[in-house]
């Protein structure tokens, strides 16, 4: 189908993913009018709690695809797993899908990622792609060690990834990830992990929001801090950043992108991840305009809304058990407390996050 955009109130946005992102991102649509279609591989998921429909099937099933194009006016995804080949098949039947199969293809291969980025002007920490031990030991011994090993594709919250502390160690460390193509990375010499959310309408514009310095404990993002404090030079830099790979892209949605800075206060681009961020979940309490429906407003071809921070927020992520604290959270007058619905507490797993508020300094 061919959508009308701007899109109206009660039209239907359809969602390729049902987790804790996609329940966020359909509680945004439901704010300003819409429907949500969700399309998830399970039963009872987080998203299709809160949907209008929910279809159940692969990411890849051709039934499936076809249910969520014929029922939605726009499409798009909770999270960049899902395959790039499916993107393409609901465009091919129809759908407007925003961000398009572009950006999911470069951001689902890490080797990609950073040549997209490179050739833009971008600068990341220096790389070698191996698809062998025999040239993962090659590439570690070009590269230098210590250096990280990552699979090209998957992983996420520090899966899929090991250091390699010897050029000799590569060969064991390629066939423990599985003896997929890898990406051997230089390690960076960063005094703190920041990161930028920013969003890109139709039209072209741009808005970006303040940025945020991230904590990870074993992988998994800890806490979030915005706005950090960083110089006019630094925060400046990012919006340069975001604005290359936004318009590179041809990018429409909102966008994460992690970053590290270095001594020198300059910033390489650690990753990206086209969709709304872990990191960006501080903007549900701390902005007018949330990073959820600032996502909706894009792909739906509505205004971008303001991004200027109203608070300083201190974002927490509840991990497993972390969760049946609720309570206490609940108690706390400048907290705001958003859980994510899913019926188990598996350790490590993100159950919900809490936004704790200050005044800004």
Same mark, same amino acid.
């Given at each position: 189908?061919?959508a009308?955009?701007?899109?109206?109130?009660? !039209?239907?946005?359809?969602?390729? *993913?049902?987790? $804790?992102?996609?329940?966020?991102?359909?509680?945004?649509?439901? #704010?300003?009018?819409?429907?949500?279609?969700? &399309? /998830? #591989?399970?039963?009872?998921?987080?998203?299709?709690?809160?949907?209008a429909?929910?279809?159940?099937?692969?990411?890849?099933?051709?039934?499936?695809?076809?249910?969520?194009?014929?029922?939605?006016?726009?499409?798009?995804?909770?999270?960049?797993?899902?395959?790039?080949? %499916?993107? $393409?098949? &609901?465009?091919? &039947? *129809?759908?407007?899908?925003?961000?398009?199969a572009?950006?999911?293809?470069? +951001? =689902?291969?890490?080797?990609?990622?950073?040549?997209?980025?490179?050739?833009?002007?971008?600068?990341?920490?220096?790389?070698?792609?191996?698809? %062998?031990?025999?040239? !993962?030991?090659e590439?570690?011994?070009r590269?230098?060690?210590?250096?990280?090993?990552?699979?090209?594709?998957?992983?996420?919250? *520090?899966?899929?990834?090991?250091?390699? /502390?010897?050029?000799?160690?590569?060969?064991? +460390?390629?066939?423990?990830?599985?003896?997929?193509?890898?990406?051997?990375?230089?390690?960076?010499?960063?005094?703190?992990?920041? !990161?930028?959310? +920013? +969003?890109?309408?139709?039209?072209?514009?741009?808005?970006?929001?303040?940025? !945020?310095?991230?904590?990870?404990?074993?992988?998994?993002?800890?806490?979030?801090?915005?706005?950090?404090?960083?110089?006019?030079?630094?925060?400046?830099?990012?919006?340069?950043?975001?604005?290359?790979?936004?318009?590179? &892209?041809?990018?429409?949605?909102?966008?994460?992108?992690?970053?590290? @800075?270095?001594?020198? *206060?300059?910033?390489?681009?650690? @990753?990206?991840?086209? #969709?709304v961020?872990?990191?960006g979940?501080?903007?549900?309490?701390?902005? @007018?305009?949330? $990073?959820?429906?600032?996502?909706? #407003?894009?792909?739906?071809?509505?205004?971008?809304?303001?991004?200027?921070?109203?608070? =300083?927020?201190?974002?927490?992520?509840?991990?497993?058990?972390?969760?049946?604290?609720?309570?206490?959270?609940?108690?706390?007058? /400048?907290?705001?407390?958003?859980?994510?619905?899913?019926?188990?507490?598996?350790?490590?797993?993100?159950?919900?996050?809490?936004?704790?508020?200050?005044?800004?300094?």
């Open positions: 189908m061919t009308t955009l701007p899109l109206p109130p009660g !039209s239907t946005l359809g969602i390729l *993913g049902g987790g $804790q992102l996609g329940r966020m991102l359909a509680q945004a649509a439901a #704010r300003l009018g819409f429907d949500v279609a969700i &399309l /998830e #591989r399970e039963t009872d998921a987080p998203a299709g709690r809160v949907a429909h929910a279809i159940v099937g692969a990411y890849d099933d051709p039934a499936a695809l076809r249910a969520l194009a014929e029922l939605s006016d726009v499409v798009t995804f909770e999270f960049e797993n899902v395959p790039a080949a %499916s993107v $393409q098949a &609901l465009t091919d &039947l *129809g759908a407007e899908v925003a961000p398009g572009q950006a999911l293809a470069v +951001a =689902q291969d890490r080797v990609d990622e950073k040549i997209f980025l490179n050739a833009r002007g971008v600068a990341t920490v220096a790389f070698a792609a191996a698809d %062998s031990a025999e040239t !993962s030991v590439a570690a011994g590269i230098g060690c210590p250096c990280l090993m990552k699979t090209r594709r998957e992983g996420y919250d *520090g899966k899929g990834q090991v250091w390699v /502390e010897h050029a000799a160690g590569a060969a064991v +460390a390629f066939e423990a990830l599985g003896g997929r193509p890898v990406i051997l990375e230089a390690p960076a010499d960063f005094v703190r992990e920041l !990161s930028i959310i +920013a +969003a890109r309408g139709r039209d072209g514009g741009i808005a970006v929001y303040p940025l !945020s310095e991230n904590h990870h404990e074993k992988g998994v993002l800890r806490r979030s801090v915005a706005p950090a404090r960083v110089s006019e030079t630094a925060a400046a830099q990012a919006e340069r950043i975001a604005a290359k790979v936004l318009t590179g &892209l041809d990018y429409v949605g909102v966008i994460g992108i992690e970053l590290f @800075e270095l001594k020198d *206060g300059s910033l390489l681009v650690n @990753e990206i991840a086209p #969709r961020h872990n990191t979940h501080w903007t549900q309490d701390g902005c @007018e305009v949330d $990073q959820f429906e600032q996502h909706i #407003r894009a792909v739906a071809g509505w205004p971008l809304g303001p991004t200027a921070a109203r608070a =300083q927020v201190e974002m927490l992520n509840l991990l497993g058990d972390e969760v049946h604290g609720w309570a206490k959270y609940a108690a706390e007058p /400048e907290t705001r407390v958003h859980l994510y619905g899913k019926r188990q507490a598996k350790p490590g797993r993100k159950m919900g996050h809490v936004n704790r508020l200050k005044a800004l300094p």
